[in-house]
Protein backbone atom coordinates (compact mmCIF):
# COMPACT_ATOMS: atom_id res chain seq x y z
CA UNK A 1 0.00 0.00 0.00
CA UNK A 2 1.19 3.60 -1.18
CA UNK A 3 -0.18 6.31 0.86
CA UNK A 4 0.61 10.59 1.08
CA UNK A 5 0.06 13.32 3.42
CA UNK A 6 -0.18 10.66 6.53
CA UNK A 7 1.38 11.27 10.13
CA UNK A 8 3.66 9.12 11.48
CA UNK A 9 4.74 7.90 15.06
CA UNK A 10 7.90 8.96 15.49
CA UNK A 11 9.74 7.44 18.57
CA UNK A 12 12.78 9.36 18.36
CA UNK A 13 10.81 13.16 18.84
CA UNK A 14 7.51 11.38 21.06
CA UNK A 15 5.14 12.65 18.47
CA UNK A 16 3.24 12.41 15.27
CA UNK A 17 5.13 13.97 12.02
CA UNK A 18 3.21 14.92 8.96
CA UNK A 19 4.78 13.12 5.82
CA UNK A 20 3.76 14.24 3.05
CA UNK A 21 5.89 12.34 0.36
CA UNK A 22 4.43 9.15 -0.65
CA UNK A 23 4.96 6.45 2.02
CA UNK A 24 4.97 2.90 0.39
CA UNK A 25 3.95 -0.15 3.66
CA UNK A 26 2.81 -3.44 4.19
CA UNK A 27 -0.68 -3.64 6.00
CA UNK A 28 0.28 -7.74 6.93
CA UNK A 29 -0.57 -8.46 10.26
CA UNK A 30 -1.41 -4.74 11.06
CA UNK A 31 -4.65 -3.86 13.56
CA UNK A 32 -6.44 -1.44 11.21
CA UNK A 33 -9.38 0.99 12.65
CA UNK A 34 -11.38 3.34 10.75
CA UNK A 35 -13.59 5.70 13.31
CA UNK A 36 -13.13 3.32 16.06
CA UNK A 37 -14.42 0.14 14.70
CA UNK A 38 -11.75 -2.72 13.65
CA UNK A 39 -11.92 -2.74 9.43
CA UNK A 40 -10.30 -4.35 6.56
CA UNK A 41 -7.42 -3.07 4.41
CA UNK A 42 -9.92 -2.43 1.65
CA UNK A 43 -12.03 0.05 3.73
CA UNK A 44 -9.10 2.84 2.98
CA UNK A 45 -9.90 5.32 0.90
CA UNK A 46 -8.56 8.39 -0.93
CA UNK A 47 -8.64 11.55 1.23
CA UNK A 48 -8.83 9.60 4.22
CA UNK A 49 -6.68 10.68 7.41
CA UNK A 50 -4.26 8.11 8.68
CA UNK A 51 -2.10 7.22 11.62
CA UNK A 52 0.57 5.13 11.26
CA UNK A 53 2.22 2.97 14.40
CA UNK A 54 5.02 1.04 11.97
CA UNK A 55 8.36 -0.56 12.17
CA UNK A 56 10.29 0.29 8.93
CA UNK A 57 7.74 -0.98 5.81
CA UNK A 58 5.85 -2.55 8.14
CA UNK A 59 2.29 -1.25 9.72
CA UNK A 60 1.72 -2.55 13.53
CA UNK A 61 -1.36 0.11 13.80
CA UNK A 62 -3.35 1.99 11.19
CA UNK A 63 -5.82 4.78 12.41
CA UNK A 64 -8.17 5.81 9.31
CA UNK A 65 -10.44 8.90 10.38
Do not use: C, Q, T
Not at 12 to 25: A, D, F, I, P, V
Request: charged residues 30%; aromatic residues 8%; hydrophobic residues 45%.
Amino acid sequence: VSVRDASDWSEHRSRWMLKNNSLRMSLDHAVIYKNGALADPDMLAAGDRVYLLRDDFKVKLLLIK
